[in-house]
């Protein structure tokens, strides 16, 4: 069964850092990218960090770029998102990904965690 768990989220002035993990199990960690999303409020849902199978290759939305980074460590199949400088419109909630294709490939399926609040206020 895959599962997908999301931690550290909390309330930060802005400003502060904070880093959020996602244990997963379930699945092959190393042999897939993985993905941070984020949801406001009212907003859709958006692509905020990916990550390369063995961490070579990093994607940032411009938002965040330079602020935030994403990493990850296979053995413990576990992916990061360590936020920086952290302003109001990053409140959201946190959401990792795991997409899953076929050895083509192919889409299959994405499976998503529960989520993470990130408030920003001072």
């Known amino acids: 069964q895959v599962q997908l768990v999301e931690s550290g989220g909390g309330l930060v002035q802005p400003g502060g850092s904070l880093r959020l993990s996602c244990v997963t199990s379930?699945?092959?960690?190393?042999?897939?990218?993985m993905s941070w999303y984020r949801q406001a409020p009212g907003r859709e849902r958006e692509l905020v960090a990916r990550?390369?199978?063995?961490?070579?290759?990093?994607n940032y939305a411009d938002s965040v770029k330079g602020r935030f980074t994403i990493s990850r460590d296979n053995p413990k199949n576990t992916v990061y998102l360590q936020m920086n400088s952290l302003k109001p419109e990053d409140t959201a909630v946190y959401l990792c990904?795991?997409?899953?294709?076929?050895?083509?490939?192919?889409?299959?399926?994405?499976?998503w965690g529960q989520g993470t609040q990130v408030t920003v206020s001072s």
């Open positions: 990904k795991w997409r899953r294709v076929d050895t083509r490939g192919v889409w299959i399926a994405d499976y």
């Open positions: 990550i390369s199978s063995v961490g070579s290759s990093t």
């Open positions: 379930g699945f092959i960690f190393s042999s897939y990218g």
